[in-house]
Protein backbone atom coordinates (compact mmCIF):
# COMPACT_ATOMS: atom_id res chain seq x y z
CA UNK A 1 0.00 0.00 0.00
CA UNK A 2 2.61 2.37 0.81
CA UNK A 3 4.43 1.64 -2.32
CA UNK A 4 1.14 2.53 -4.62
CA UNK A 5 1.06 5.68 -2.72
CA UNK A 6 4.65 6.69 -2.97
CA UNK A 7 4.46 6.01 -6.88
CA UNK A 8 1.18 8.07 -7.08
CA UNK A 9 2.59 10.86 -5.08
CA UNK A 10 5.62 10.75 -7.35
CA UNK A 11 3.34 11.30 -10.90
CA UNK A 12 1.07 13.80 -9.21
CA UNK A 13 4.16 15.99 -8.00
CA UNK A 14 5.49 16.97 -11.32
CA UNK A 15 2.12 18.11 -12.51
CA UNK A 16 1.39 20.31 -9.15
CA UNK A 17 4.79 21.75 -10.00
CA UNK A 18 4.27 22.76 -13.66
CA UNK A 19 0.94 24.23 -12.98
CA UNK A 20 2.39 26.93 -10.35
CA UNK A 21 5.46 27.61 -12.44
CA UNK A 22 2.72 27.69 -15.88
CA UNK A 23 0.45 30.32 -14.19
CA UNK A 24 -1.74 31.97 -17.34
CA UNK A 25 -5.25 33.15 -17.02
CA UNK A 26 -7.79 33.66 -19.62
CA UNK A 27 -8.76 37.32 -20.81
CA UNK A 28 -12.78 37.60 -22.09
CA UNK A 29 -14.22 40.79 -23.84
CA UNK A 30 -17.16 42.74 -21.83
CA UNK A 31 -19.46 42.23 -24.62
CA UNK A 32 -17.52 38.41 -25.27
CA UNK A 33 -16.26 39.12 -28.98
CA UNK A 34 -12.98 37.19 -27.76
CA UNK A 35 -10.56 35.56 -25.53
CA UNK A 36 -7.02 35.16 -25.13
CA UNK A 37 -4.49 33.51 -22.63
CA UNK A 38 -1.84 36.14 -20.92
CA UNK A 39 0.34 35.61 -17.77
CA UNK A 40 -0.71 35.92 -14.16
CA UNK A 41 -1.83 38.77 -13.38
CA UNK A 42 -3.02 40.59 -16.62
CA UNK A 43 -3.62 44.54 -15.11
CA UNK A 44 -6.71 46.28 -17.27
CA UNK A 45 -6.72 49.93 -18.35
CA UNK A 46 -8.62 52.55 -20.39
CA UNK A 47 -7.48 55.32 -22.10
CA UNK A 48 -8.50 57.29 -25.34
CA UNK A 49 -7.46 56.52 -28.68
CA UNK A 50 -4.62 58.81 -30.59
CA UNK A 51 -7.09 59.55 -33.64
CA UNK A 52 -9.67 61.72 -31.84
CA UNK A 53 -13.27 60.73 -34.22
CA UNK A 54 -12.15 57.46 -35.67
CA UNK A 55 -11.96 55.77 -32.54
CA UNK A 56 -13.78 55.06 -29.05
CA UNK A 57 -11.76 54.17 -26.00
CA UNK A 58 -8.29 52.02 -26.03
CA UNK A 59 -8.76 48.87 -23.85
CA UNK A 60 -5.67 47.15 -22.83
CA UNK A 61 -4.45 44.83 -20.74
CA UNK A 62 -0.56 44.21 -20.32
CA UNK A 63 1.04 41.28 -17.64
CA UNK A 64 4.52 40.45 -17.39
CA UNK A 65 6.64 37.38 -17.08
CA UNK A 66 10.05 38.11 -15.68
CA UNK A 67 11.27 40.61 -18.11
CA UNK A 68 9.35 39.67 -20.78
CA UNK A 69 6.03 42.13 -21.58
CA UNK A 70 2.85 40.81 -22.81
CA UNK A 71 0.09 43.59 -24.23
CA UNK A 72 -3.11 43.17 -25.52
CA UNK A 73 -5.10 46.44 -26.94
CA UNK A 74 -8.40 46.85 -28.89
CA UNK A 75 -10.38 50.06 -29.84
CA UNK A 76 -13.71 49.96 -31.53
CA UNK A 77 -14.38 52.30 -34.60
CA UNK A 78 -16.96 54.34 -36.13
CA UNK A 79 -19.30 52.07 -38.20
CA UNK A 80 -18.18 51.76 -41.51
CA UNK A 81 -14.07 52.90 -40.69
CA UNK A 82 -12.66 49.80 -41.63
CA UNK A 83 -15.34 47.92 -44.05
CA UNK A 84 -15.60 50.93 -45.95
CA UNK A 85 -11.53 50.44 -46.67
CA UNK A 86 -9.63 48.05 -48.05
CA UNK A 87 -8.54 45.52 -44.58
CA UNK A 88 -5.67 43.94 -45.69
CA UNK A 89 -4.11 47.32 -46.50
CA UNK A 90 -5.09 49.22 -43.07
CA UNK A 91 -4.11 45.97 -40.96
CA UNK A 92 -0.44 46.52 -42.75
CA UNK A 93 -0.19 50.32 -42.13
CA UNK A 94 -1.64 50.01 -38.65
CA UNK A 95 0.46 46.66 -38.06
CA UNK A 96 3.92 48.31 -38.97
CA UNK A 97 2.79 52.21 -37.88
CA UNK A 98 5.70 53.36 -35.57
CA UNK A 99 7.19 49.76 -35.54
CA UNK A 100 9.40 51.49 -38.40
CA UNK A 101 10.44 54.34 -36.97
CA UNK A 102 11.72 52.59 -33.53
CA UNK A 103 13.00 49.79 -35.14
CA UNK A 104 15.04 50.76 -38.14
CA UNK A 105 16.20 48.12 -40.39
CA UNK A 106 19.95 48.01 -40.92
CA UNK A 107 19.65 47.96 -36.80
CA UNK A 108 17.25 45.10 -36.23
CA UNK A 109 16.22 42.09 -38.36
CA UNK A 110 12.99 41.52 -40.04
CA UNK A 111 11.97 38.29 -39.60
CA UNK A 112 8.56 37.93 -40.32
CA UNK A 113 6.65 40.96 -42.01
CA UNK A 114 3.66 39.72 -44.02
CA UNK A 115 -0.39 39.56 -43.99
CA UNK A 116 -2.01 36.80 -42.18
CA UNK A 117 -5.71 35.69 -41.63
CA UNK A 118 -7.13 34.71 -38.38
CA UNK A 119 -10.79 33.24 -38.71
CA UNK A 120 -11.31 34.82 -42.01
CA UNK A 121 -10.35 38.34 -40.43
CA UNK A 122 -7.41 40.57 -42.51
CA UNK A 123 -3.92 41.00 -40.25
CA UNK A 124 -0.33 41.67 -40.38
CA UNK A 125 2.31 39.73 -38.10
CA UNK A 126 5.69 41.61 -37.87
CA UNK A 127 8.38 39.96 -35.76
CA UNK A 128 11.77 41.73 -35.23
CA UNK A 129 14.71 40.32 -33.90
CA UNK A 130 17.51 41.96 -32.14
CA UNK A 131 21.50 41.31 -32.89
CA UNK A 132 21.39 39.20 -29.53
CA UNK A 133 18.38 37.40 -30.58
CA UNK A 134 15.83 38.80 -28.21
CA UNK A 135 12.88 40.98 -30.16
CA UNK A 136 9.58 41.95 -29.94
CA UNK A 137 6.36 40.12 -31.80
CA UNK A 138 3.50 42.12 -33.11
CA UNK A 139 0.21 41.33 -34.36
CA UNK A 140 -2.46 43.51 -35.62
CA UNK A 141 -6.30 41.74 -36.67
CA UNK A 142 -9.38 43.96 -37.67
CA UNK A 143 -12.64 42.34 -37.44
CA UNK A 144 -15.26 44.36 -38.70
CA UNK A 145 -14.26 48.23 -37.30
CA UNK A 146 -12.94 46.65 -34.51
CA UNK A 147 -8.83 46.54 -34.25
CA UNK A 148 -7.30 44.06 -32.29
CA UNK A 149 -3.12 44.90 -31.61
CA UNK A 150 -0.96 42.32 -29.47
CA UNK A 151 2.97 42.56 -28.65
CA UNK A 152 5.30 40.78 -26.92
CA UNK A 153 8.99 40.72 -26.12
CA UNK A 154 10.54 37.89 -27.07
CA UNK A 155 14.21 37.12 -25.26
CA UNK A 156 16.91 34.98 -27.04
CA UNK A 157 16.14 31.52 -24.19
CA UNK A 158 13.26 29.21 -25.81
CA UNK A 159 11.12 29.46 -22.92
CA UNK A 160 9.88 33.06 -23.44
CA UNK A 161 9.80 32.19 -27.28
CA UNK A 162 7.43 29.72 -26.04
CA UNK A 163 5.39 31.88 -23.86
CA UNK A 164 5.36 34.29 -26.87
CA UNK A 165 3.87 31.78 -28.82
CA UNK A 166 0.92 30.30 -26.51
CA UNK A 167 -0.22 34.09 -26.19
CA UNK A 168 -0.18 35.18 -29.78
CA UNK A 169 -1.92 32.05 -30.99
CA UNK A 170 -4.37 32.31 -28.07
CA UNK A 171 -6.35 34.71 -29.33
CA UNK A 172 -10.11 33.56 -30.45
CA UNK A 173 -12.67 36.25 -31.84
CA UNK A 174 -16.30 34.89 -31.56
CA UNK A 175 -16.96 35.80 -34.98
CA UNK A 176 -15.86 33.95 -37.97
CA UNK A 177 -15.73 36.01 -41.56
CA UNK A 178 -16.20 33.31 -44.84
CA UNK A 179 -13.08 33.35 -47.10
CA UNK A 180 -14.50 33.60 -50.81
CA UNK A 181 -13.17 30.64 -52.55
CA UNK A 182 -13.00 30.31 -56.06
CA UNK A 183 -13.59 26.44 -57.49
CA UNK A 184 -11.72 25.59 -59.78
CA UNK A 185 -12.90 24.27 -63.09
CA UNK A 186 -11.71 20.88 -64.43
CA UNK A 187 -9.33 21.11 -67.43
CA UNK A 188 -11.19 20.92 -71.32
CA UNK A 189 -9.93 18.24 -72.83
Known amino acids: MKRRFLLASMLILPSVARAQAD???TVVAPD???RLEMPT???KTAAD???KGHASVRVAWE???GEQIFNFDYVDYDAGWFSSRDSKEMARELGRGDAEKAFAKPKYKYVRDEPIVLQGWDGYALDIDSEGGAGVMMRT????DRLFR???TVGSDITSKNAAGRFLDSLKLAESRETKTTPIEPEKK
Open 23 to 25: EWQ
Open 32 to 34: LRF
Open 41 to 43: PAT
Open 49 to 51: EKE
Open 63 to 65: SRR
Open 141 to 144: YIAK
Open 150 to 152: MLV
